[in-house]
């Protein structure tokens, strides 16, 4: 007797029932392996559609609700349910440079345009917008939704880098979009930390990999000041 008082106290969870099972139409549904599944869903939507998403059972569902819904009712009825917050990265890539004072327009459009050459070469590109003053220069590169799927924007992406690279005497200059970390440069002398994550079931393997991987960076370019292949996701030592 206590455990059904305790049931009845808790509530039954009748609105999540649905008011009727539907079937996808026959042109919407894809190609079935099994029939007889298919099959036994067809006659339990039926039976359902039947009993308790019948018209009169509805109308008694609406009145018995209130009185086993118990406290579960008020809570879904009246709590608002959100969503865990993360880190949205847009699918676009921004060019920023903050120029120093006296730099004509002039000048700052013929260094923006040179960004945009370089993402306007790539058929991902679906348009680019820039927006250019005395004092700075913004540039926003949008993809194609096709090329969302294939590597190119990340390409594009570094390439913008590489320009930024060669860029020298601007108050700031950073290109970021697609990825967390980006390049960010004051006065053209300094570059943020890149992290890669690498996953696996052996420690010794993937600390053999990073290590090649570290060796191989360091011998691409002198830019690469140091590696370290021993940390944790935050940069701290592992």
Not at 28 to 34: L, P
Not at 104 to 131: N, W
Not at 216 to 234: E, F, H, M, S
Request: glycine share 6%; hydrophobic share 40%; net charge neutral.
């Amino acid at each position: 007797l206590t455990l059904l008082v305790l049931f009845l106290a808790v509530g039954i969870p009748l609105w999540v029932l649905p008011d009727e099972w539907k079937l996808p139409d026959e042109d919407e549904q894809e190609t079935i392996e099994n029939e007889t599944w298919h099959l036994a869903q067809a006659r339990l939507a039926r039976l359902y559609n039947a009993t308790l998403g019948h018209e009169r059972v509805q109308e008694v569902r609406r009145l018995v609700e209130p009185l086993l819904g118990g406290v579960l009712l008020p809570f879904f009825q009246k709590t608002t349910f959100g969503r865990r917050w993360h880190f949205e990265v847009r699918p676009e890539v921004y060019v920023y440079m903050a120029f120093p004072p006296g730099t004509p327009v002039g000048r700052a459009d013929t260094l923006m345009r040179r960004f945009e050459a370089v993402a306007l070469a790539s058929p991902s590109v679906a348009r680019t917008v820039a927006q250019i003053t005395e004092q700075v220069a913004y540039l926003r590169v949008r993809f194609t939704e096709a090329s969302l799927r294939t590597i190119e924007p990340y390409l594009v992406r570094e390439r913008l880098i590489q320009q930024a690279v060669q860029l020298a005497g601007l108050r700031y200059l950073s290109v970021s979009g697609l990825l967390e970390q980006g390049y960010y440069s004051g006065s053209g002398v300094s570059i943020s930390e890149f992290r890669i994550a690498a996953y696996g079931p052996s420690y010794e393997d993937l600390e053999a990999l990073c290590e090649r991987l570290a060796q191989r960076l360091k011998a691409a370019t002198p830019r690469v000041a140091a590696v370290n292949y021993n940390v944790d996701r935050y940069g701290r030592p592992d």
